[in-house]
């Protein structure tokens, strides 16, 4: 069973409210670094980014960071961009959904091995399953479900959505 929890007008609305939010963390910067996990992190990265192009004079930089999510140690994570480029910046980190927060906290490690000035974490379902002490500062809604249902994301042009699947 199939419930849909966000349309493709919610979606877009958090992802506006959510880069409305970075900047005013990010208000004097003059740039910050848009780290989208790959996958719907990376969609939904691409919006935030977007927006936040329309919205500040600072320069935008999209990042995809890359692992196996399913066993981040073993992969180990990769970026888009260099080290240098991301070094003593301001960086969101961002994801679709917030689960156990494996890939997040192993994408955070990653950025905080090189000096930065501030990371920040971003996305658009957060459940309340952690298993490492990691949160988000910007999300779209929360959502307590059970361990057996499942959100589903989909980026699909203009019929994104998000689903409660069961």
């Known amino acids: 069973m199939n419930n849909r929890i966000l349309t493709h007008e919610q979606i877009e609305?958090?992802?506006?409210?959510?880069?409305y939010q970075i900047?005013?963390?990010?208000?004097?910067?003059?740039?910050?670094?848009?780290a989208g996990i790959n996958g719907g992190g990376l969609q939904f990265a691409k919006k935030i980014a977007t927006i936040l192009g329309k919205i500040t004079d600072a320069n935008i930089v999209l990042?995809?960071?890359?692992?196996?999510?399913?066993n981040p140690l073993k992969s180990g994570v990769q970026t888009s961009i260099?080290?240098?480029?991301?070094?003593?910046?301001?960086?969101?980190?961002?994801?679709?959904?917030?689960?156990?927060?494996?890939?997040?906290?192993?994408?955070?490690?990653?950025?905080?091995?090189?000096?930065?000035?501030?990371?920040?974490?971003?996305?658009l379902v957060n459940r309340n399953h952690k298993k490492y002490p990691i949160k988000a500062d910007f999300k779209g809604i929360s959502l307590s479900?059970?361990?057996?249902?499942?959100?589903?994301v989909v980026f699909e042009g203009?019929?994104?959505?998000?689903?409660?699947?069961?």
């Open 82 to 123: 260099s080290e240098a480029e991301y070094k003593n910046k301001s960086i969101v980190l961002v994801d679709d959904v917030l689960n156990s927060g494996t890939t997040l906290i192993y994408g955070t490690h990653h950025f905080l091995k090189t000096p930065i000035k501030q990371l920040k974490t971003a996305v």
């Open 13 to 19: 609305h958090i992802a506006k409210r959510i880069a």
């Open 158 to 166: 203009k019929n994104n959505a998000v689903y409660l699947e069961e």
């Open 63 to 70: 990042c995809k960071v890359d692992m196996d999510k399913s």
């Open 145 to 152: 479900t059970s361990l057996n249902e499942h959100i589903k």
């Open 23 to 34: 900047y005013e963390t990010n208000v004097d910067e003059k740039e910050i670094v848009i």
